[in-house]
């Protein structure tokens, strides 16, 4: 469904990603791995066209879309979570949610408002109240029912429990286990390596702006050198 | 108390111009970060649009108003594509340089134009009403009615229609804007063209109440940005709070203190506002 090919990408004259290659089928959910700094949204960036490629291809169901414009990315199917929630703060819940299916022109909007309403029920409290007023947790969920609004082919994930308490952590865990029981493509980026190695089918190790390992979820997981330097085992 | 309403409702009027100035100007501030000096001149030059098309060509009034707004519009697109577009991405002392020769640029086209001659905007609207003591002439109740019209179309816009929220989305971030899917490209030509509008509304009002010539433009700026600061930087609620704050100080003053510090004591109010809530009357801290 979506393959990088070479891919390498630079902030003014300093490569951080040296060529990468990977693959998400469709169904699966795969997950990318490593420190910080390692690449990793920053691969994700070049995949929604927030950063440009330098060289390299992406393709999305057989289409190119390296360095299509972000909003035209989101139209083939490809939205993004991103880190860090990125909610509009002064718009409401519903609002937010509103914004997330701007893309799309079909009438089924409402319905799938009241969907996402009731897979998060904290969101239908805090319906009216602003983005910005909601707790870390409410908004993390916030930020996942928006991306689930534009209906995508493909889900991103980044950082999704980046600052969030313990408890919530699994939450958002749970919620993502979720949306691959729904059948979506997921493409997670996660510093909390352990969840996303038993969340993923397969996952990819990043160092230093290349990818240094591949495999199943479980694979990586026994792998001895993730054991040791990310699983803390 | 029948002289403070009276005051207080000539307050409105011009209260009313600065809303529209600073709704222009917030507008754009709030999604491009620019500070749109132009934006004063720009609206004299729909102010001395309509006055010619009514006086020189003979034009009903209100076919006048209708053309300047059209010829708004596109003048908001021109100064997007042609003036702020190049800088961008360029660091924000460039667009700042660019508003400020805009400014210069647009002030001596209405010169070129229309000549430095002092305009009015003739009107049939010399009716007086009188409603409990208070006295009202028709056109400040129009120029009222008229802002009143325009500032709630614009809420319902940015609050209901699916163009105005995804200004609202890029206005308080942009990188999650392009995530749902919005052409950062496109908002900005509409937020332009919306503003010069309503910059070009304005423009009409001054010349019908008061009276149009060079350098004016500039004050109304100044005023605008004024207002903004006083509601809070890229507030919608802020911009219509304090233009009507600004413009009932100013009538207050000027009524009972003096005209000629009216706008001194306006700007004293202000700072002293600003000393209470340095975020603004409506912004958030």
């Known amino acids: ?233 | 108390m029948i002289e403070i309403l009276q005051q207080i409702i000539n307050g409105m009027a011009i209260g009313g111009v600065y809303v529209l100035i600073a709704l222009g100007l917030t507008t754009v501030f709030g999604i491009l970060g620019i500070a749109h000096f132009a934006h004063g001149s720009v609206s004299m030059f729909g102010g001395y649009l309509t006055f010619f098309l009514v006086v020189m060509w003979g034009l009903p009034l209100a076919l006048a108003i209708l053309i300047a707004l059209v010829v708004g519009f596109l003048l908001g697109v021109l100064i997007e594509l042609l003036a702020y577009r190049p800088v961008r991405n360029a660091n924000h002392i460039n667009a700042f340089i660019v508003a400020l020769g805009l400014t210069m640029m647009v002030e001596g086209l209405n010169l070129e134009f229309f000549g430095h001659e002092q305009v009015v905007i003739p009107t049939d609207f010399s009716r007086v009403f009188n409603i409990g003591g208070v006295t009202i002439p028709e056109l400040r109740l129009y120029v009222i009615l008229a802002a009143a019209l325009l500032i709630a179309a614009m809420t319902i816009f940015v609050e209901k229609t699916k163009t105005g929220q995804a200004i609202r989305a890029v206005a308080e971030n942009r990188d999650a804007a392009i995530l749902m899917g919005v052409n950062v490209n496109t908002i900005p030509l509409v937020v332009f063209s919306i503003s010069t509008a309503l910059g070009v509304c304005a423009g009409v009002m001054v010349g019908a109440l008061f009276a149009i010539a060079p350098g004016i433009g500039e004050g109304l700026v100044v005023k605008g940005f004024a207002v903004l600061i006083l509601g809070g930087l890229g507030s919608i609620p802020g911009a219509v709070v304090g233009g009507l704050v600004l413009g009932i100080t100013e009538a207050l003053a000027a009524g009972f203190i003096s005209s000629a510090y009216k706008d001194v004591i306006a700007f004293v109010a202000m700072i002293l506002v600003l000393l209470v809530r340095p975020q603004g009357l409506m912004g958030k801290a």
């Open chain 1, 1 to 233: 469904m979506l393959k990088v090919s070479d891919l390498r990408v630079s902030y003014g004259p300093i490569e951080v990603i040296h060529g990468i290659s990977l693959e998400v089928k469709e169904g699966e959910c795969v997950a990318l791995i490593g420190a910080n700094g390692a690449g990793k949204s920053s691969t994700l960036k070049a995949i929604c066209g927030l950063v440009p490629a330098k060289a390299g291809t992406i393709s999305f169901e057989g289409q190119d879309i390296t360095n299509q414009s972000g909003h035209a990315i989101v139209r083939a199917g490809i939205t993004m979570c991103p880190e860090g929630r990125q909610v509009f703060p002064q718009m409401s819940t519903v609002q937010n949610l509103r914004m997330g299916a701007y893309a799309r022109s079909d009438n089924e909007q409402a319905s799938d408002l009241e969907d996402m309403m009731n897979m998060f029920p904290i969101l239908r409290e805090r319906a009216h109240q602003a983005a910005g007023t909601l707790s870390g947790g409410e908004q993390e969920m916030l930020a996942i029912a928006r991306a689930l609004m534009a209906r995508p082919k493909l889900c991103i994930f980044d950082e999704p429990s980046l600052g969030l308490a313990p408890k919530i952590v699994a939450e958002v865990g749970a919620t993502i286990e979720r949306i691959k029981k729904m059948g979506k493509t997921i493409l997670l980026v996660e510093q909390n390596s352990l969840m996303a190695l038993r969340l993923a089918d397969r996952a990819y190790l990043f160092e230093a702006g290349e990818i240094v390992l591949s495999g199943t979820g479980e694979e990586l997981q026994s792998h001895p050198e993730v054991a040791k330097a990310y699983l803390g085992h």
